[in-house]
């Protein structure tokens, strides 16, 4: 028997996809939320919009563009290119400072507007990228704080957090739904739809996770 009613933070990418579907397979009813925060690339919103219409889930554009004003990125900065190496002594150059915490926080009074509990993110650390937001001690922390903040139960699902991406390609096999991520969602930093811009390193995680699934699993 499935559960009650989540919410999606869906961006249009690998993660957020899988995480989807995921949540239509555990609840009755699924509702995606996307941001516009001032990426530079369209394309992901677009990507959002065409994967939700497949999926039939209603999918809500919240406009977050206050975050482009505040911190330098290479997802928000037009003139700034995307790092191709992960740097040792700090994040990349692709953080969006604050991101997740912001959409999640948005995500959860959204959410208690429409009486959902569920919320459902593709954050992760088994392929960590240096993001400081994709932990499980941040989630576990935040969980925490919205539920003090607003008196209210959430519980926030990362089905992904202990995944690489090889599992992860496994998991969207398992859902059905491999030949659409593979060719529908937006992971590149560049904004290449499928298969990507192959140089930036979400695609080099992207990659290289469909490269060993696919040897692993002889597709």
Known sequence: MKNGKAL???????????????????????????FNYGQRHRVELEAAKSIAKNAGVQLEILKLDLLAQLTV??????????????????????????????FITYAAIFAKA?????????????????????????????????????????TIH??????????????????GVFNLVLNETVTCYNGIKGVGCGECPSCGLRNKGLANYLKSNCK
């Not at 928000?76 to 700090?90: A, D, G, I, L």
């Not at 990362?158 to 991406?165: A, D, F, R, V």
Request: glycine share 6%; net charge negative; proline share 5%.
């Open 114 to 154: 429409r009486n959902i509990n569920n919320l459902v993110t593709g954050v992760g650390q088994a392929d960590f990228s240096g993001y400081p937001d994709c932990r499980n001690d941040f989630i576990l922390s935040l969980n925490k704080t919205l539920n003090l903040s607003m008196d209210y139960n959430y």
């Open 158 to 175: 990362t089905p992904l957090m202990w995944k690489n991406k090889s599992e992860i390609w496994q998991l969207s096999d398992e859902l």
């Open 8 to 34: 999606v933070l869906f961006s249009g990418g690998q993660d957020s996809t899988t995480c989807l579907f995921w949540a239509k397979e555990q609840f009755s009813e699924v509702v995606a939320l996307a």
């Open 73 to 102: 990125n290479s997802l928000t900065t037009p003139n700034m290119e995307v790092e191709k190496e992960k740097p040792e002594e700090r994040p990349p150059n692709t953080l969006v400072e604050g991101r997740n915490m912001l």
